[in-house]
C-alpha cells in the first residue's frame, strides 16, 4: 500500500501571503498520478491541481503550483496571494496508474486571515 | 463539469436499523465508484471499490456484511449501512469515475453525515 504524509497538521497565512504545504509518499511504483484536494467547511471536495509522475514540469493552475521532486517522494504545493477562500483543509493524494484508487494523506488545515 | 449527488445529505438514525445513501452521477457514465468514509478533521478512508454489473471491492478491515454496496447502473451506487450503531456515526463520501476521458479523474459527491443514536 502507498503512504502519504502530511507532516504539518495546520497552517496560518496572511491574505495575499504565499504559503506552502509539503507532502511525502512512499512507493516503489514509477508511473502514478499525485494531487492536491481541497475540502472547504462544506466538505465538498475539490480538485486544485494534478501531477503526472512522468512530466518533469512542475503542474501550475493560477495561484496554485508544485514542487514534485520524483527522486525524493515530494509533492509540495505552493499557494501565491492567499486569498481568504483558501481557508480549507488541504489533502494530498496518490494514484497508481490504472488503478484509480486515492490514497490520502492526513490533510493540512490552511487558515488565511485577512 | 461532471456532477456527482449523494442523496440524503444528512441522516439521522436509530442504533439497529439500516440506512441506505445513494451516489448519482448527473452527467456522464460511471463505471467506477468509490466509497469513503471521513471521520471529523481527518482524512478521508477509501472503504470500497464498486464497478458497474460486479460485486464491490473491499478494503482491508471493512465489513462488507455491514457495508452493502450495489452499483445496478451507470449512474447510481448505493450504500447501505446496516444494523447502524453509534459508531458508525460518521461522514461518508462517494467519487465517480467515468470510463472515457481522463480515467485518473474522480468526480466527488458533497458526501452524507450519519449519526446514529
Known amino acids: 500500500a502507498q503512504t502519504v504524509t502530511q507532516s504539518q497538521p495546520e497552517m496560518s497565512v496572511q491574505e495575499a501571503e504565499t504559503v506552502t504545504l509539503s507532502c511525502t509518499y512512499d512507493?516503489?511504483?514509477?508511473?502514478?498520478?499525485l494531487f492536491w484536494y481541497k475540502q472547504p467547511p462544506s466538505r465538498q471536495m475539490i480538485l486544485v491541481i494534478r501531477?503526472?509522475?512522468?512530466?518533469?514540469q512542475n503542474a501550475t493552475e493560477n495561484r496554485f503550483s508544485v514542487n514534485f521532486q520524483k527522486a525524493a517522494k515530494s509533492f509540495s504545493l505552493k499557494i501565491s496571494d492567499s486569498q481568504l477562500g483558501d481557508t480549507a483543509m488541504y489533502f494530498c493524494?496518490?494514484?497508481?496508474?490504472?488503478?484509480?484508487?486515492?490514497?490520502f494523506g492526513a490533510g493540512t488545515t490552511v487558515t488565511v486571515r485577512a | 463539469g461532471a456532477v456527482v449527488s449523494q442523496h440524503p445529505s444528512w441522516v439521522i438514525c436509530k442504533s439497529g436499523t439500516s440506512v441506505k445513501i445513494e451516489c448519482r452521477s448527473l452527467?456522464?457514465?460511471?463505471?467506477?465508484m468509490f466509497w469513503y468514509r471521513q471521520f471529523p478533521k481527518q482524512s478521508l478512508m477509501l472503504m470500497a471499490t464498486?464497478?458497474?454489473?460486479?460485486?464491490?471491492?473491499?478494503e482491508q478491515g471493512v465489513e462488507k456484511d455491514k457495508f452493502l454496496i450495489n452499483h445496478a447502473s451507470l449512474t447510481l451506487s448505493t450504500l447501505t449501512v446496516t444494523s447502524a450503531h453509534p459508531e458508525d456515526s460518521s461522514f461518508y463520501i462517494c467519487?465517480?469515475?467515468?470510463?472515457?476521458?481522463?480515467?485518473?479523474?474522480?468526480?466527488f459527491g458533497p458526501g452524507t453525515r450519519l449519526t446514529v443514536l
Open positions: 467519487s465517480a469515475r467515468a470510463g472515457t476521458g481522463a480515467l485518473y479523474e474522480q468526480f
Open positions: 512507493t516503489s511504483e514509477n508511473n502514478y498520478y
Open positions: 501531477q503526472e509522475a512522468y512530466k518533469q
Open positions: 493524494a496518490f494514484m497508481k496508474h490504472d488503478d484509480y484508487k486515492l490514497s
Open positions: 452527467d456522464f457514465q460511471a463505471t467506477t
Open positions: 464498486s464497478n458497474e454489473g460486479s460485486k464491490a471491492t473491499y
